[in-house]
């Protein structure tokens, strides 16, 4: 086995049997918390944090934002999920559930953002 040919499925396995036996791993502090995720090649994705592990973002009820203004001060994802979005951004359906990988920020959003990337037509 040539390690420069592991997939990340083997990796992990590989991690997984290197933990102790009945180790808990601490959950992500946002699961359950309506957040925005930026990934490296997947764009920006809006919903509520199931599990992350890593890079790797499960979230339920999510929105891909595909161009976003911020409602409020502000130019960047900061804004956003502090303020929501203003006209001009564009947002797509809601999805169920997605899995995201290559997941390089993970920010909370506010109740007010919230409602503001939830109700966008």
């Not at 359950?32 to 994705?45: D, E, N, P, Q």
């Not at 161009?67 to 900061?78: F, I, Q």
């Not at 290559?102 to 109700?119: F, H, L, R, Y």
Request: hydrophobic fraction near 40%; include cysteine; charge should be neutral.
């Amino acid at each position: 086995m040539n390690i420069d040919d592991l997939t990340i499925k083997q990796i992990r396995e590989i991690e997984a049997m290197l933990q102790a036996p009945g180790a808990a791993s601490k959950p992500h502090p946002y699961v359950g918390k309506y957040v925005l995720c930026r990934c490296y090649s997947a764009g920006v994705h809006a919903g509520i944090l199931v599990s992350q592990v890593g890079d790797v973002a499960q979230l339920k009820e999510s929105r891909r934002l595909w161009a976003w203004r911020v409602k409020g001060a502000g130019v960047a994802l900061s804004g956003v999920a502090q303020t929501g979005l203003a006209a001009g951004s564009k947002v797509d359906a809601i999805n169920p559930e997605i899995c995201l990988t290559g997941v390089i920020e993970t920010i909370p959003t506010s109740k007010e953002a919230m409602d503001s990337i939830n109700n966008f037509e």
